[in-house]
């Protein structure tokens, strides 16, 4: 049996004990019931912390689905070794239509939108865009609630669909490869280089919470930030630090970026 309070310790020094503890109670129900248990939505931060539980157990293992093929928000299932039926994960696939001639909605307005019916977020996986609007996918149990209370993004009257899961298309990302120097490998230098701007808006921007390093909210500018980071500036898309190529002359460090937009 794993240890609670060893693994609540490990994880309370970076402040994501709540989060581990709810796993963890996924996963020792898991164990208790010989069956299996399902998350909400995990973003990739989260889901490394169900890895490194899951790691805890002998006899439990891990699978995660997120509707759309490389989701980057999934529903992970804690499951028994000795059960061998398939995982129920209790999700919705919705489609969201609206007239493009004339409103022109983002990412930020369908999570606000679906925010401001008072649904979590860790109800609502990955967005994305389609020639007709956005598909995403909901927890199972918001069904009936948001065909009723989610009529509308911004100032756009929408029409709700429900589809199956063979209809959601693939995610597409635009990759812009960025090759720049930096005074110093901190967050707010590398940010304000990945996304073309002034090393004190990028700041301000952290100062605001804005801005997260690995999926966890950022602290502070001066945060390092090392090769395989992954910043996300929120309504603006995610950079990788894919490089860090050295030094130049001038004492400036090389770094290659890639922007997800």
């Known amino acids: 049996m794993a240890d609670r309070e060893k693994i609540l310790r490990y994880f309370r020094a970076g402040g994501d004990e709540q989060l581990a503890a709810k796993l963890l109670d996924l996963a020792e129900g898991a164990n208790k019931s010989r069956k299996y248990r399902v998350s909400e939505f995990l973003d990739p931060h989260a889901y490394n912390v169900a890895e490194i539980i899951v790691a805890n157990f002998e006899n439990i293992k891990l699978e995660s689905y997120g509707g ?9 299932a804690f499951i028994a070794e000795d059960f061998y ?10 489609l969201a239509g609206w007239d493009k001639r004339y409103y022109d909605l983002s990412h930020r307005d369908i999570l606000g939108a679906f925010m401001g019916t008072g649904c979590k ?32 993004i911004g100032s756009a009257p929408i029409t709700l669909t ?19 120097t930096v ?34 909210e950022a602290k502070k500018a001066a945060q390092a930030v090392n090769e395989g980071d992954v910043i996300s500036f929120r309504g603006r898309g995610r950079v990788e630090v894919a490089e860090i190529r050295g030094t130049t002359k001038k004492g400036r460090i090389s770094v290659t970026l890639k922007r997800f937009i």
């Open 121 to 152: 977020r860790e109800a609502l996986g990955d967005i994305v865009f389609v020639p007709e609007g956005a598909q995403f996918v909901v927890e199972k149990t918001l069904t009936n609630y948001l065909n009723s209370n989610l009529t509308q």
């Open 162 to 180: 429900e589809i199956s899961a063979e209809d959601l298309l693939q995610k597409e990302e635009k990759v812009k490869v960025i090759n720049a």
């Open 68 to 76: 759309f093929k490389n989701a980057e928000r999934v529903k992970v």
């Open 183 to 216: 005074a110093d490998l901190r967050l707010d230098a590398v940010a304000a280089a990945g996304y073309g701007m002034s090393r004190s808006r990028m700041s301000d921007e952290i100062k605001g919470l804005n801005v997260k390093l690995n999926w966890k």
């Open 85 to 94: 039926g398939t995982p129920d994960y209790g999700i919705t696939y919705f």
